[in-house]
């Protein structure tokens, strides 16, 4: 194998692993906990739980000691959330209290908690996996409410698989590196706009299909990268970019799941939505930079490879798109 191959395989290796739970590939579905203060210390409550995936997400607040949940008896079931909406009371307020995410800690997934108190004062917490719990009262600032945002949108495509593995696979297409800045800049150009277009509610697009048309993208490069192999060409081996936008434009629509679920104030959409798109850039720059500096370590080490070795980053590509493929399609039936 190529020097220049060492860091793709090393690469290939680590998604692999990354997907050993392969249903957890695009389970990056945030919650949302509202609460608004009406009155002193009685503040109603809305809670949006996270449904429509390949796995069920079971996470609930656990209401603070001292107070009283009051809720309808019925739920309401929206096509990408359960939806709760209720009366918690708290004498004496919210200051000091404890409050809880129940299995968050079993999830890859956070809640954002965010608090409107009646003085005006805005407060808001992003839950994860490793921190299900936070004591209420003091206010946050609009630069810390920006963090979580951004935070997001890192966490959401780090931890989507699906979506870095299908950048793995333009990466192993294209050789040339003025067409790899085009190819990534139309996929981002893509994914930024039905992002907007989706958050803003102008678009949408029902979870389970989106998901198996993400998975039928990544299984799509698969024999193209054995093209390349080959020494033949093909219209995505010639034009990367156009491909990368037509798919860039499914993978934003992923994306914006995990802004649309939540369904945030109108007046927190603008912000939300450009600094978890700013979160998203982010997590896939330092992707492909992860990527070029392995490429560069493989160039120092000049190692050589077995055949099947040299074979391997894209045949992980195109077995895990295959295998989301079939899942995410069965989901469907």
């Known amino acids: 194998m190529s020097a220049s191959r060492f860091g793709w395989w090393l690469l290939a290796a680590a998604l692999l692993l990354a997907a050993a739970g392969p249903a957890r590939a695009h389970e990056i579905r945030p919650g949302y906990l509202e609460l608004r203060e009406r009155q002193p210390g009685s503040h109603a409550l809305l809670w949006k739980r996270p449904t429509g995936g390949e796995v ?35 004498p004496g ?32 917490h992003l839950l994860r996996p490793a921190t299900p719990s936070v004591t209420l009262g003091a206010a946050t600032t609009a630069l810390e409410r920006a963090a ?14 699906d979506h870095l593995l299908f950048v793995l696979g333009l990466l192993l297409i294209v050789r040339e590196r003025g ?52 020494g033949q060409t093909s219209f995505t081996i010639r034009h990367p970019w156009v491909v990368a936008f037509a798919f860039g434009l499914l993978h934003g629509f992923g994306f914006a799941s995990g802004l649309t679920a939540m369904g945030l104030p109108t007046a927190e959409i603008p912000l939300a939505l450009l600094l978890f798109n700013v979160g998203v850039e982010l997590g896939q720059l330092g992707f492909v930079l992860l990527v070029m500096l392995l490429v560069r370590a493989g160039r120092q080490l000049e190692i050589e490879w077995s055949r099947w070795a040299q074979a391997l980053p894209g045949y992980i590509v195109g077995s895990l798109g295959a295998y989301w493929t079939i899942q995410r399609s069965l989901v469907l039936l």
């Open 56 to 90: 069920e997400i079971q996470i609930a607040p656990v209401v603070p000691e001292g107070c009283r949940l009051s809720t309808p008896d019925r739920q309401q079931l929206t096509p990408t959330a359960v939806v709760v909406r209720g009366t918690l009371d708290c």
């Open 93 to 124: 307020g919210l200051a000091g209290k404890t409050l809880r995410i129940a299995g968050l800690e079993t999830t890859v997934t956070d809640v954002l908690v965010r608090i409107e108190h009646a003085d005006g004062r805005i407060e808001s």
């Open 148 to 161: 979580s945002y951004l935070q997001l949108g890192v966490q959401h495509i780090l931890l989507g698989v």
């Open 179 to 230: 067409m790899l800045v085009k190819t990534i800049t139309a996929f981002t150009v893509a994914h930024s706009l039905t992002l907007a277009i989706a958050t803003l509610g102008y678009a949408s697009a029902p979870l389970p299909p989106l998901n198996a048309a993400i998975a039928l993208s990544i299984l799509f490069l698969g024999p193209e990268i054995v093209r390349v192999w080959r």
